[in-house]
């Protein structure tokens, strides 16, 4: 069997056309690196070949590559009429139902301009031709045809199929640079992250652990959640920066007024994340904030909360309906882990009433109550890196161990990578 892969807005790219294409190119080898599939790369496309017994796994991977707008199964032949009309006819044949009437149109793209027919007149001459040889009941529509048979005329040979399926569009991964994903255990951040790495940012993350006042199986959460986003990347695998933020937990909660603990929690978080992204060279901060959610994403909050930042902040689903990143969760399933019940450090304590429209001076006036500066340097000393690849299988809930005691084993007894 054969698809055809497109490349979509990679073609307007100009100048820099071949370097995305050659990303791209090069994270579809990797994809398939493990399996039989020919890849042939003809200058705007490519082109798979593999057994028909793969093509199920072939269009499940196609669907984890940025970069790719849209695919087609297509059948090859020369550019001798006869053969292109039997070749229309089987296609037709085995893939319509019998007994049942299709609208139908004929589209054919003419690629190689020195073949000896428009695509106009190529159309009005095989139609009658195919029409009469298939089994099928066809009535010609092109206004709003069921069937589409396309049939694209190249310099070399001839590529016909019935219609194309879209896959991720956006950039090839890792061209737009380095981001670093503010990942929690919850709905909206593995969401913002796949968007992310969709437009081709280059995705490590950062999550903030604070057990015991967090639950051991919150950062069961965010590995699983680590391994769905690694698959679209190249390798299937991901970086995750573990934060130990007890102590900071702890000091916000014994020293800061009761209103404003999650909104200088998440100053601590961006503190620490613009630090470790500035000391790693990584180039924004990604988080899954939506505007007006929750009493910390108003806007008065976001901009009180990001006046501790000078780093760039993106928010890819800040404008999104619940209900839309709720699709997206179950599309690249993250859903079922996100809605797990062990809640993270911003869920884990919600003040009885949360201020929604902070401002700095009393920010300012609470966070410097205590010591903050220490708490926040120490913890990103300690933090702990993660190459988390797709098919890890990691289970931390081990008796007898606190996490960092769990997690100090886990590191050193398996092949995962500390920076």
């Given amino acids: 069997m054969k698809i055809l892969i497109r490349f979509g807005d990679l073609m307007l790219k100009g100048k820099n056309k071949k370097m995305f294409v050659n990303k791209l190119v090069s994270h579809i080898k990797i ?34 590559i940025p970069g790719i707008h849209s695919y087609s199964i297509i059948h090859e032949t020369n550019k001798d009429i006869n053969s292109i009309v039997e070749t229309a006819i089987n296609l037709l044949n085995n893939n319509l139902e019998d007994n049942k009437e299709y609208t139908f149109k004929i589209e054919t793209k003419r690629s190689d301009k020195q073949f000896k027919y428009t695509s106009i007149e190529f159309t009005q001459e095989v139609a009658p031709l195919i029409l009469k040889g298939s ?20 310099f070399d040979s001839v590529y016909i199929y019935l219609d194309s399926k879209k896959a991720l569009g956006g950039f090839p991964a890792k061209v737009a640079g380095k981001g670093l994903l503010m990942l929690s255990g919850g709905i909206d951040s593995p969401v913002a992250g796949y968007l992310a790495i969709k437009q081709g940012v280059d995705l490590e993350m950062i999550h903030f652990e604070s057990t015991p006042l967090t639950p051991l199986e919150s ?3 965010v590995i699983d959640l680590s391994t769905k986003l690694a698959l679209y990347l190249p390798h299937n695998k991901i970086k995750l920066h573990v934060v130990p933020f ?20 998440r100053r601590m978080m961006y503190r ?51 209900s839309d990143i709720i699709d997206i969760a179950k599309v690249i399933d993250t859903f079922n882990i996100s809605i797990k019940p062990f809640s993270d450090c911003c869920s884990i304590y919600v003040p009885k009433r949360p201020v929604i429209s902070p401002t700095i001076e009393k920010c300012e006036v609470e966070e410097s109550k205590h010591d903050f500066d220490t708490l ?10 993660l190459v988390i690849k797709h098919d890890d299988k990691i289970d931390l809930s081990m008796h007898g161990f606190t996490f960092l005691e769990s997690f100090e084993s886990l590191v050193n007894n398996n092949d995962w990578v500390k920076r």
């Fill in 376 to 385: 926040i340097n120490e913890a990103i000393e300690n933090i702990k890196t």
């Fill in 272 to 322: 620490i994340a613009e630090k470790y992204a500035n000391k790693n060279k990584i180039d924004i901060l990604v988080n899954g904030e939506s505007l007006g959610q929750v009493a910390s994403q108003t806007l008065a909050s976001l901009k009180v909360v990001e006046n501790v930042t000078n780093i760039p902040i993106i928010r890819p689903v800040a404008t999104y309906d619940k």
């Fill in 246 to 265: 007890l102590k900071v937990h702890e000091a916000l909660l014994n020293y800061v007024d009761d209103s404003y603990v999650i909104t200088i929690m």
């Fill in 135 to 154: 089994n099928k009941t066809l009535k010609v529509d092109v206004k709003k045809p069921e069937v589409i048979l396309h049939i694209n005329i190249r």
């Fill in 219 to 221: 950062i069961n959460k």
């Fill in 31 to 64: 994809k398939f690196a493990d399996m039989r599939v020919n890849i042939n790369n003809k200058h705007d496309q490519v082109i798979l070949e593999f057994s028909k017994d793969d093509l199920l796994e072939v269009e499940k991977r196609i669907l984890q």
